[in-house]
């Protein structure tokens, strides 16, 4: 149900009044229930099997229901299918993808209604578009048809055709296995050495696309190892490229390529770089990307770790994210949360707290991250002064630590564990920050990162305002005690 609501609500209004129409020429019992479905789904009255089987079959729990919900996202598909079969798309490979598959599925259509030398035709028609953007894929399939075709007919390939079948099927071998190297399981040694390997291989072929794949596994890998340096060096290669064959190359690859830049220069620190990086994504999202589906949550915390908290209203105001509320509770709950980080750095902490514990229908999603939202609350407790509150809340996060290190949760309880040791540091020296510091300067090293990996900060993760930053302005700035 959920990726039939979901699709429902991503139409624009052009192709909800196409799908109103659709139905209107066609009125008969079956497909009026389809548009009753459509028209509830629109509307917000249906969202769940139950909100369905309760409007349209009285609470009779039936297999129609089922089969109603796949036959109107069949139909949806096929309607958006045949709008966008006349757009030419954002870029000239996006153009070029777009008119292969429209001329290949005509050319398939004609050989298979017996018209052989007419789709053999549009076929060839086709394989221009795939040569001239470089869509390696295509050739291949269109290749292998021709060459099917052509036996039928007598006509035997040349060496030069199979010399071209071979070298696309080995330039989709290493483009296969450069997403099998996208695993977490991996072994980070024999990954480095597998991508070390595939360089000469990748850069003799030259295709866009594999070249591209390989700087972004390799982007991968040295990110996981914490190289980040590395990884906006290899970054850096990658937008040139990307540069310099732009006409095989789509917008995606190109954002995603200043997305990967500015998650590295998060973690080293470097909000400025990586908020330029982030707008320069943004400005080249164009109509095949929707901003909300492209990062605007790393948007809003990039420019969280800056000045720039004007910007990051911004980014919580866009419709964009507004939409996003009302599709789903736990996307619902992870802007909440964001939310209540804003207004943390900005100094109205009642704000903050009213958007951690207002009742929302997300809190499965909080309960993944209660260890995060126990922490922001216990900051805004402090900067309040709510001794008691303070008192109470670190009594709750031992407890929470405690129950993390019986059930052996991993990527995160090394930091968690440190903070609660300074915050228990801090209430015994009656609230001093300056003496908390002094004290637990260990703690607090390994918190900064500069210590062991697994303490290191995780800017997209459960902290949403980095404690060991907090607890030394604090003491820098010389606020001493809670009265």
Known sequence: MQSLVKLINCLKPGEVKLVKHYFSLKSNKENDRRNQLFQ????????????????????????AFSKLKSRLEHEILNLLVLSDSDKLGTTSREHALFSCHRIMAQGETLLKRGLIEEGIGLLHKAENYAIKAELNTEQLLISETLVRYNSRSGVVADNEKLDQLDRID??????????????????PDKEAAMLTSMLPQVMHHSSPEVVANWHFSMMRHLRQQKEYDRTITIGKELIEFIESRRHAIGNCEEVRAYFELALSHVYLGQYEEARKHEDLAFSKIGAALTPASCGLDRLFITYLHTTHLEEAERVWQRPEVKRLLDRSDKVNARW??????????????????????????????FKNWTHGVALLEMMNHIELNSVNQVCYRLDSMKKLLYRYKKDNVKPFINRFEQIVKVLSTFVKNDFSFVDTVEKEQESLHLLNGSGRCEYHWEPFGFEVIRFDEWMNKKSIKGALKLH
């Open 336 to 365: 909440r949360y964001l939310a209540a980080g804003l207004e943390f750095q900005k100094g109205d902490h009642k704000e903050s707290l009213k958007l951690l514990t207002q009742e929302n229908s997300g809190a499965t999603y």
């Open 40 to 63: 509830l789904i629109l509307k917000g009255k249906i969202k769940s099997n139950e909100d369905g089987v309760r409007l349209l079959y009285n609470n009779i729990t039936s297999s």
């Open 170 to 187: 080995q330039i989709i071998n290493a483009r296969y296995l450069l997403a099998m190297l996208n695993s977490p399981e991996n072994d």
